[in-house]
């Protein structure tokens, strides 16, 4: 069975940082050979690509919206993605997801909200 399980989350004020965390279970072969992505939903708008990484993280890329803020990390051997948050804006602001475009399912998200 397929887990995903996003946290790290939270609310904080414009210029702040969260570092979220995406533990995975349950896939066929070993987290290792899954490309990962992050997206985000804001209230209202489509799921956006926030960043992606590949197997063993030589090959990032990053939505223009965030790059120079945003960290993508993989630990393959706790089976965890990571993002690191910083200078956070209120157009961060929404429920943010992490997924292997290989596998047709996604999490619950942890919601990032970004307010003075």
């Known amino acids: 069975q397929v887990q995903l399980v996003e946290s790290g989350g939270g609310s904080v004020q414009p210029g702040g940082s969260l570092r979220l965390s995406c533990v995975v279970s349950?896939?066929?072969?070993?987290?290792?050979?899954?490309?990962m992505t992050w997206y985000r939903q804001a209230p209202g708008k489509e799921r956006e690509l926030v960043a992606l990484?590949?197997?063993?993280?030589?090959?990032?890329n990053y939505a223009d919206s965030v790059k120079g803020r945003f960290t993508i990390t993989r630990d393959n051997a706790a089976n965890t993605l990571y993002l690191q948050m910083n200078s956070l804006k209120p157009e961060d602001t929404a429920v943010y997801y992490c997924?292997?475009?290989?596998?047709?399912?996604w999490g619950q998200g942890t919601q990032v909200t970004v307010s003075s």
């Open positions: 997924k292997s475009p290989s596998i047709n399912f």
């Open positions: 349950g896939f066929t072969l070993p987290f290792s050979n899954y490309v």
């Open positions: 990484i590949s197997s063993y993280g030589d090959n990032i």
